[in-house]
């Protein structure tokens, strides 16, 4: 069955997602909400998107809203992405720490994972394994699921250096052949936690460094000011904030200047 939306039904989901995780659902977002949400449709076998948000709404399922979610946001990311970012953490500031006691790093739209595993293998070969922590975190539970495993298919590592591979992965072999397990060891210094952004946010600690990358795009102004504002009072003074290449922070906060692209540091 082909499914279509009307404008009602649009801005029922629109509203949806504001207001549960200030994400703005433009009409541009139809087709890919038609897209994401008709095997849903098709599940239970629902003829169309508003009695499928009234089932939603109504609780009688518990768990759809979240599969809901996790359906309309999108995850993209990859390992090593934005290279100059890890150039800096290397240089810039790990260069400052010789001992990784109580280093801590957020990756706060972690996605499937590959963004922390990325910091990991960088602060695990330049402290060992002691002493420092990643923490990574999504609205998402079915992304943070594929983060927790650590496992991805081998079409996925292309921007891991050489050295790293070797050091921090292993290659699946016979029923697991094409794919890549990030070695316990490393796992073990990274854990992943759900966290909506639009809401209070848990107490997670404070961090050395928090990468807030390719997440700020998706929302309106006022509710972007408000999120980086819950982010920056989880980061210490001195701390660095990374933002992705296609996001800014002009006169979205003055208690943090820009040091690189895409790159702040907030004031000691």
Not at 45 to 66: A, L, N, T, W
Not at 114 to 127: C, Q, T, W
Not at 199 to 213: A, E, N, T, W
Request: glycine share 8%.
């Amino acid at each position: 069955m082909d499914y279509t939306i009307t404008d009602r039904e649009f801005s029922k989901y629109s509203t949806f997602m504001q207001d549960k995780v200030g994400i703005c659902l433009g009409d541009s977002k139809k087709t890919l909400l038609i897209a994401r949400l008709s095997k849903r449709l098709r599940h239970y076998q629902i003829d169309s998107f508003g009695r499928y948000f009234d089932m939603v709404s109504g609780k009688s399922h518990p768990g759809e809203e979240q599969t809901m979610i996790d359906l309309l946001t999108t995850n993209e990311t990859y390992f090593f992405r934005e290279s100059h970012h890890f150039d800096h953490l290397k240089n810039e500031i790990l260069s400052n720490h010789k001992c990784g006691k109580n280093f801590r790093v957020w990756s706060a739209a972690s996605s499937t994972g590959e963004e922390a595993y990325s910091i990991a293998m960088l602060l695990a070969d330049h402290f060992g394994l002691n002493g420092w922590e990643i923490v990574g975190s999504d609205v998402s539970s079915r992304v943070l699921s594929t983060a927790k495993r650590g496992k991805y298919i081998m079409e996925r590592i292309d921007g891991i250096p050489q050295r790293y591979l070797k050091k921090y992965c292993m290659k699946g072999f016979g029923p697991e052949e094409g794919s890549l397990l990030i070695d316990k060891s490393l796992r073990n210094n990274v854990s992943f936690t759900q966290v909506n952004l639009n809401r209070s946010l848990p107490d997670l600690g404070l961090f050395d460094v928090v990468f807030l990358r390719n997440i700020l795009i998706y929302f309106e102004p006022k509710t972007k000011r408000q999120i980086v504002k819950r982010v920056l009072a989880l980061l210490k003074p001195g701390g660095v904030l990374f933002i992705g290449h296609s996001e800014t922070l002009k006169g979205i906060d003055d208690t943090i200047h820009l040091v690189a692209a895409t790159t702040y540091k907030k004031h000691e």
